[in-house]
């Protein structure tokens, strides 16, 4: 899959606070950043409850972006990231990754990129594989 180069810089911004998140606490709850006249913002969602569940965190940001999409505002881009365990049953393997979800204006792009925590609970990023929805 390609991505467009606004695509990989909000994609890069958002990196910055998993790195921190995935080494200070190990794990994170799903988060979202908005592309608006090429400035990356981050989005909080308006309960601003702290006991959100990640599924209702995710569909909170969901929302948001079909909403703005609908309306037609200032949006260019937007993005949910998402921690997640990828469990392979035929390998019997486990991995940890992100699930970047991209909102355009008129698609969908769902992006994993696998990570591995270092001994030192620093963050290794390896490959992305995606599709569009």
């Known amino acids: ?3 467009t ?7 890069e911004f958002a990196k910055e606070y998993i790195y921190t998140f995935l ?13 608006e006249n090429g400035e990356v913002i981050p989005l909080e969602h ?7 569940s990640p599924t209702e965190l995710i569909n909170i940001y969901k929302n948001y972006f079909n909403e703005e999409r609908e309306n037609n505002n200032e949006y ?8 997640i365990l990828v469990h392979t049953p035929m390998q019997n393997n486990k991995r940890t990754g992100v699930e970047y979800l991209l909102f355009g204006t008129n698609y969908i ?9 270092l001994t030192n609970k ?12």
């Open 5 to 11: 180069e606004d695509e990989l810089s909000l994609i």
């Open 109 to 117: 792009k769902k992006i994993v990129q696998y990570y591995k925590t």
């Open 46 to 52: 308006e309960e601003n409850d702290q006991s959100s």
């Open 23 to 35: 080494s200070e606490f190990g794990e994170f709850l799903p988060f979202a950043v908005i592309m």
């Open 76 to 83: 260019q881009l937007g993005l949910i990231c998402i921690d």
């Open 1 to 3: 899959m390609v991505l």
């Open 122 to 133: 620093a963050i290794s990023f390896e490959e992305m594989v995606g599709w569009n929805s």
